[in-house]
């Protein structure tokens, strides 16, 4: 069966954040059609095993069904050449980034900015991979700007905040560029937010300076205010 111009958005999204929600896959590429078009699709592209279900999504920390989660199936990874093995589980980290891609094209959708660039896993030389980095234009202030956003799971130690935090000092100081994006951390538990305000404080002030963390639900507000 031939595929559509549709089912392969549908898959390189899928392959772009590893795993997706049916929630990220229905507003961001059918949005213009009915809710019960997307169920058709995705449930066409799970029997031919060009996507895989790895479950639902929970709907709050104490667990919950919610939206079902799909990933490349055998198929789809033959096609667009994806190696590795199908995951058992459903990976949180990835959804989280789709998110705040999510958050994104919702802000750009409402004109209050554009994407005019992005990229999952950005590499920053020498040593650090961005979950996701974005070149954001805000038409209304007249500015453009660019941003790191490392998404935060509350599964990290300090340590492991200060070395990522470390690695990316180290990517300002090999810069050869005019201006270094912030590095913002992205959490959904105010308490996390608070702890790592707290981890960064003790960091020297120009390290401090290229940092910040908002809750997902600020986002956008707070990008604005950079």
């Known amino acids: 069966m031939e595929l559509t111009t549709r089912d392969y958005d549908v898959l390189r999204l899928t392959q772009t954040f590893s795993q997706v929600a049916s929630t990220h896959i229905t507003e961001l590429l059918f949005a213009d059609v009915s809710h019960s078009i997307p169920d058709r699709v995705l449930g066409r592209l799970v029997r031919l095993s060009y996507l895989s279900r790895v479950g639902r999504r929970a709907t709050s920390a104490k667990g919950g069904a919610g939206a079902f989660v799909y990933q490349l199936g055998r198929a789809g990874r033959l096609l667009l050449d994806v190696e590795g093995r199908l995951s058992p589980n459903v ?130 507000p707070e990008l604005m205010r950079l």
């Open 91 to 220: 990976n949180n980290h990835a959804l989280m980034m789709a998110d705040a891609y999510l958050e994104l094209r919702r802000a750009e959708k409402a004109g209050v900015l554009s994407v005019t660039a992005w990229e999952v896993e950005r590499r920053v030389p020498p040593s650090v991979r961005a979950d996701l980095y974005v070149s954001l234009d805000f038409p209304q202030q007249e500015r453009s700007s660019a941003f790191f956003l490392e998404i935060d799971l509350n599964t990290e130690q300090p340590a492991r905040m200060r070395e990522k935090v470390a690695g990316y000092w180290r990517a300002v100081e090999v810069s050869t560029a005019d201006y270094f994006p912030y590095v913002v951390f992205v959490v959904r538990d105010p308490v996390r937010k608070k702890e790592l305000a707290r981890i960064f404080r003790q960091l020297p002030e120009e390290q401090q300076d290229m940092l910040k963390v908002y809750l997902i639900g600020e986002l956008i």
